[in-house]
């Protein structure tokens, strides 16, 4: 079966989950709150890994960026470290999964060593789906968790836009990875290197005769 098209529906998938979690990435809208007291002083507040941002009634958004990393929450940070993780290996296995695919006549003639290229730019994806997949969750329930907690005074937010990005792109990798690696197939079991496969013939009938002749006679002078 020819597995060409397997790799470049996945690696079409891979690289619509990747871009899917770089919008995620650099998006202030990972959480959102809105007070309306009236249509036209109505405002939104909306803050991501990056900046939070302010918008109003009248169509102006003033944004505003962390002015230090330490100041902010540690799940925040985390969140940020597993985003870049995830994109510096989406990166990684684009290249290797370029040079796996058996259409592309780059790097090594041998399918089965392509096909081992493009089984290891899949489990990067998979991998990098999965960094992405355990920030957006884990920065989705906390929002959850503080917008329920009757004890939480500060502002209660609800989950952004950024945030079902980010799982949508994280299953596309992941799904992409998974066909990857299903299009690798193991290599076939061959004869030593060497080695020499002998067909010996049949005896021929007159020799087979006289040989049950010998046997027989042997056995009557045995017996007498």
Aim: aromatic share 12%; charged share 15%.
């Amino acid at each position: 079966m020819n597995t060409t098209p397997l790799q470049i529906c996945a690696l079409v998938l891979a690289l619509a989950g990747m871009t899917s979690i770089l919008v995620s990435t650099v998006s202030s809208k990972w959480k959102t709150s809105s007070s309306a007291s009236s249509i036209i002083t109505s405002t939104s507040t909306f803050e991501g890994l990056w900046m939070n941002c302010i918008a109003t009634a009248s169509g102006s958004v003033q944004c505003k960026k962390f002015s230090s990393m330490f100041s902010l929450s540690t799940f925040v940070q985390a969140c940020r470290a597993l985003m870049i993780i995830s994109i510096i290996l989406g990166l990684i296995a684009c290249i290797l999964s370029l040079f796996g695919l058996k259409c592309i006549k780059v790097g090594s003639s041998d399918e089965y060593a392509k096909g081992k290229i493009a089984l290891g730019g899949g489990l990067i994806f998979i991998t990098a789906g999965l960094c992405c997949l355990v920030a957006v969750s884990w920065y989705a329930a906390r929002v959850t968790a503080q917008f329920f907690d009757p004890l939480y005074l500060g502002t209660k937010y609800e989950m952004g836009s950024a945030l079902y990005i980010g799982w949508a792109g994280s299953f596309l990798a992941v799904l992409g990875g998974s066909f990857l690696c299903c299009s690798f197939k193991k290599k076939p079991k061959s004869t030593k290197k060497g080695g020499y496969k002998y067909n010996y013939p049949a005896p021929d009938n007159d020799f087979t005769q006289f040989k049950e002749r010998k046997d027989t006679s042997v056995a009557s002078k045995a017996y007498v």
